[in-house]
């Protein structure tokens, strides 16, 4: 069982420059995440989605875009990069949605190392 | 806004000791998570509680909804426990507060 799975583990970015993180479960968790790291603060959260086809703007979304055409794949779009997306960003599941009613532990990636010069 | 405040930021500590590591905030919430960051970055989950105690191995978590806290303990402490050691609350969302790093000295 590989759990959640981010590729890739490092990336250096040109400013301007577009990529995709890629996230994928193989737990059939309905609850994906992305979130970002950052010296000094807490994991902020950019999107969220509860279910395929489902996605939700988090706390800090501008310059990012995500998409969810299957229930195990999750990736995450910079359109174009700028140095504030600098960050490690990590992708987590869980079974249920951490918002409502519902409570489940999260499972996360190992993160990916993004830096934008 | 729900704040999460831990304490200390950091802790350096002898291979054995007890170890506490303190989590406040300032709303209700319906549960609060602990999570374990390893040096090579990878998070994991070890507890979620609501109420009570949880008790996992040389690991204990405990959460007074009263007093809106929530204390990790470490008994026994070994080298592998260094590691960023986070609180996330869920109100109408998870908020993480900015972890306390633990560095257990042998």
């Known amino acids: 069982n590989a759990g959640v799975t981010q590729t890739p583990k490092f990336q250096v970015l040109k400013t301007g420059q577009s990529m995709t993180l890629q996230c994928a479960q193989d737990m059939n968790h309905e609850y994906m995440s992305w979130y970002r790291q950052d010296p000094g603060m807490g994991l902020r959260l950019i999107h969220y989605s509860v279910g395929a086809g489902i996605t939700d703007q988090g706390e800090v979304p501008n310059g990012y875009n995500v998409s969810r055409s299957t229930t195990e794949d999750f990736p995450l779009r910079l359109l174009s990069a700028a140095p504030s997306q600098t960050s490690v960003y990590f992708c987590?599941?869980?079974?249920?949605?951490?918002?409502?009613?519902?409570?489940?532990?999260?499972?996360f990636g190992n993160g990916t190392r993004l830096t934008v010069t | 806004k729900n704040e999460v405040e831990q304490s200390p930021q950091n802790l350096t500590a002898q291979e054995g000791e007890f170890i506490t590591i303190n989590c406040s905030y300032s709303?209700?919430?319906?549960?609060l998570h602990w999570l374990q960051q390893h040096p090579g970055g990878g998070i994991v989950s070890l507890f979620m509680?609501?109420?009570g105690k949880k008790k996992h191995g040389r690991l204990i978590a405990t959460i007074n909804i009263q007093e809106k806290h929530s204390s990790l303990h470490i008994t026994a402490s070994h080298p592998r426990d260094s590691a960023v050691y986070i609180c996330?609350?869920?109100?109408?969302?998870?908020?993480f507060g900015t972890g306390t790093r633990l560095t257990i000295i042998p």
């Open positions: 996330a609350v869920r109100h109408e969302k998870l908020t």
């Open positions: 987590a599941s869980s079974d249920r949605a951490v918002y409502g009613s519902y409570n489940s532990p999260l499972h």
């Open positions: 709303v209700g919430i319906s549960a």
């Open positions: 509680l609501s109420s």
